[in-house]
């Protein structure tokens, strides 16, 4: 009889159906709820979480700095005039544009020590605090910031000093990505902006001025910007807010693995 048992026992464990450490209810042998096997739940087929199926995971938030000034700094409420040149073609060893203005400055700026400021704490002078962005993937693979009333800092720091907004401010970005051939960058909006890629200079909107479109294609800088598909690199990116009475910004680009580098 114990005989027959054993052999009753054998023959139910044989006749089960396989079982798995998929508890989701889904039939696709991982362990989350869509139906596919990469053991997340965003829909996608890989196995980060970004929704999108490149698997890098990155989400498109970067974190940058902004500086808040006073009114009354010299480059501030200034003179209103379109300009390049007020920065160098490379970037400086400190990661900051370096000012390429002269001694006696330029059209909208006051000289190098005051330029200094504008992406460097200075105590008395500036104000900064920690600033992300989102951008957004529209499903083409384009992604975008777009906010036609950037004031991120109203009522913050030295406030709006009576404005309807606080119009005084700086604002920088460091990230990275890798070159994989055809990708492009924009930016549209006021005030000054500069994007370095590689440490050298691929848009120039400097200047106090309504707002502006700069563009790079990769490919077709290349050789300027001594980059080669397959490789990382670093996309700098400064921004600066002088003058009322508006502020625009918005970013455009198909590089999909922007990697924010945080500043301490």
């Known amino acids: 009889m114990n005989g027959l048992k054993w052999l009753v026992l054998l023959w139910m464990v044989a006749a089960a159906p396989a079982?798995?450490?998929d508890q989701s209810g889904d039939s696709d042998g991982d362990s989350d709820s869509d139906a596919?096997?990469?053991g997340d739940s965003d829909g996608?087929?890989?196995s980060d979480s970004d929704g999108d199926s490149d698997g890098d995971g990155t989400t498109g938030s970067l974190t940058g700095v902004l500086r808040d000034f006073r009114e009354d700094h010299p480059d501030f409420e200034y003179e209103i005039v379109t300009e390049t040149g007020i920065v160098a073609s490379d970037i400086g060893s400190d990661g900051k544009p370096v000012y390429a203005g002269g001694p006696d400055g330029t059209?909208?700026?006051?000289?190098?020590?005051n330029f200094n400021q504008w992406y460097n704490d200075v105590e008395d002078v500036n104000m900064s605090i920690h600033y992300a962005l989102t951008l957004t993937n529209?499903?083409?693979?384009?992604?975008?910031y777009d906010n036609q009333e950037f004031f991120p800092i109203d009522d913050e720091l030295f406030g709006n000093e009576g404005n309807a907004h606080n119009y005084h401010?700086?604002?920088e970005l460091h990230t990275e990505f890798t070159y994989t051939g055809g990708e492009v960058f924009t930016f549209i909006g006021d005030d000054d902006l500069w994007v370095f890629i590689n440490g050298r200079l691929a848009i120039d909107l400097g200047g106090v001025h309504g707002p502006l479109t700069g563009s790079v294609e990769l490919d077709e800088q290349a050789a300027d910007l001594q980059i080669e598909a397959g490789n990382r690199y670093t996309l700098d990116f400064f921004f600066a807010e002088r003058h009322t009475s508006q502020s625009t910004f918005r970013i455009e680009t198909t590089i999909g693995?922007?990697?924010e580098i945080i500043l301490e």
């Open 107 to 113: 059209a909208s700026t006051t000289g190098e020590e």
């Open 36 to 38: 596919d096997s990469d």
């Open 169 to 171: 401010f700086t604002y």
């Open 138 to 144: 529209d499903g083409t693979g384009l992604y975008f």
């Open 44 to 46: 996608d087929s890989d």
């Open 19 to 21: 079982c798995s450490d």
């Open 257 to 259: 693995d922007l990697e």
